[in-house]
């Protein structure tokens, strides 16, 4: 059907705040967090200061495994930069992750797909993707 | 505390135009409001309160000033912005505010061009560093709840195509739509792939233009000539995906405007003669008709399925004007045109085709923003008195 494949693109670099810093800064050596609630012990992405289940300010960093499955994608096929998979993955500590699906066969995707996490550059921190695991 | 049966909707006036590149935005909100102030039987002079959202330009406060409404007189202002469905939420808030007196002739207005212009970009939230960079736009954002939908309850390309195909049937005898042919559902499969699953016939039209509507007191709309339609239950709620916690695309917040909107109205979505419902694509129908209980959550397809929503063939006419699937969505909004088309079959003034015989009870339901990231919802019911 489809033979459309990721496009070389450049992304926007994340603008940061106080409140998000830690997640870019950890991003630049690769690695991917999430934050997890002391009080409730609920994880949350993107990541907030107070709880958005329990409003709790006891919220801590914690490293992700970047692992998770395909929740729903679509495949864009009308873009002036060319084709691309929007979706959500769903990551094994729970949280749901808004997305692109990138370096693969963007024809060949399926919900419930095993996909990791890949971080891809831009102007300042890089930003995470989903690649199939 | 009920809004109900406390407002009137005394006028209604959809702008004729799809195309309008010889006009300002500001002046179709000022021919709209003409419009509905002379179907009402009122003037400008008469309103007190005013409703707009963010297709109006620069908010209430320049609009205000811009129809000239009286300053001296206007005493309840409301910007709620909440995407298409904010005038849904709009007619709610009227309503709120007729019963506890705060104003008597609420005008609302909806207008734009973007056939013709440029949009401004959907203003971002703490989101954005975590979602802008990966292109969701109301396509794909849909098109993620249609694959979701399809997976979980084996919902069908061919099912989504009867809903485009009722809207069709409709438009064809409504002059202004954009799109009057009817077509099938194989017209529908074959064409073009925009966001799988979603073909370009499961997406509503792009058009400029606009509409606007009187709410009023009892008191005042029996003093007008026009046919008494009252709202008599409302509902509006907010769905996101609240940290990613159990995220289900395959339900809208509709979950929660639609009960209490019943509620309050006293009835059932079997006793709904005429629906309105928002149709961006094909997929906002069939989960919202699943979400407020028209049928079993799953089962849209099916109930979508061989004419169901066609007036005069199913047993639940939606869109009897074909819709934003094929006459209008002005602004990339169609909260407006859903209500004024409900008000057109209360009145008996749809279409004669597509008139619901003694159509005393219509249902108007819309979303707002984008069903597969966050997004608004918004249920009224409306009666004939």
Request: hydrophobic residues 35%; aromatic residues 8%.
């Amino acid at each position: 059907m489809t033979e459309a494949k990721t496009q070389e693109k450049t992304y926007p670099a994340p603008q940061g705040n106080p409140e998000t810093m830690p997640f870019w800064e950890a991003a630049k050596e690769g690695r991917f967090l999430i934050k997890r609630c002391k009080a409730c012990g609920e994880a949350h992405y993107f990541p907030r200061a107070i709880c958005p289940f329990c409003f709790s300010d006891k919220t801590e960093w914690e490293q992700a495994s970047g692992e998770g499955e395909i929740y729903t994608y679509s495949l864009m096929r009308k873009s002036a930069t060319g084709p691309y998979a929007i979706g959500y993955v769903k990551l094994k500590e729970g949280p749901a992750v808004q997305t692109n699906f990138v370096d693969c066969d963007l024809g060949a995707l399926k919900i419930g797909q095993k996909v990791k996490v890949v971080f891809k550059p831009t102007d300042g921190a890089p930003l995470p993707f989903f690649t199939p695991a | 505390m009920t809004i109900k049966g406390k407002a009137y909707i005394a006028g209604i006036y959809e702008h004729p135009t799809r195309h309008a590149p010889d006009k300002s935005t500001a002046q179709l909100h000022a021919e709209v409001a003409k419009g509905a102030l002379e179907d009402a039987g009122l003037t400008i002079a008469d309103v007190d309160g005013y409703f707009c959202a963010g297709d109006a330009p620069g908010g209430a406060w320049p609009m205000v000033d811009y129809l000239g409404l009286d300053t001296g007189k206007l005493r309840h202002i409301d910007s709620t912005e909440t995407g298409g469905c904010s005038y849904i939420i709009h007619i709610g808030h009227a309503a709120e505010a007729i019963a506890a007196g705060k104003c008597s002739v609420a005008l609302v207005t909806l207008a734009g061009k973007p056939r013709t212009s440029v949009m401004p970009p959907r203003a971002a939230g703490a989101e954005v560093d975590f979602e802008a960079a990966y292109g969701a736009t109301t396509h794909n954002a849909y098109g993620m709840c249609a694959m979701r939908h399809m997976h979980d309850y084996g919902t069908t390309s061919e099912q989504l195509a009867w809903i485009k195909v009722a809207a069709s049937h409709h438009a064809q005898y409504n002059p202004h739509a954009m799109l009057k042919d009817v077509v099938t559902v194989e017209d529908v499969l074959n064409s073009p792939m925009i966001s799988d699953p979603l073909h370009r016939m499961d997406c509503c039209v792009v058009t400029d233009g606009g509409g606007a509507l009187i709410v009023t007191t009892p008191e005042i709309a029996r003093s007008l000539k026009k046919p008494l339609v009252r709202l008599i239950g409302h509902g509006e709620a907010m769905k996101g995906p609240r940290g990613g916690k159990n995220l289900d695309l395959t339900y809208s917040a509709g979950v929660w405007s639609g009960p209490p909107a019943f509620e309050e109205a006293g009835v059932t979505p079997k006793d709904i003669k005429y629906a309105s419902i928002y149709d961006s694509f094909t997929i906002t129908v069939l989960m919202q008709l699943e979400d407020l209980g028209f049928c079993k959550k799953g089962e849209g397809g099916k109930f979508v399925a061989d004419g169901n929503l066609i007036s005069g063939v199913g047993k639940l006419p939606f869109n009897t004007d074909g819709g934003g699937l094929c006459s209008n969505h002005p602004v990339n909004r169609g909260g407006m045109t859903k209500i004024l088309e409900a008000v057109r079959q209360l009145r008996g003034e749809a279409h004669p085709k597509v008139q619901v015989p003694n159509c005393d009870l219509a249902l108007v339901h819309g979303t707002g923003g984008l069903l597969g990231v966050r997004h608004a919802a918004s249920t009224a019911v409306l009666e004939r008195v």
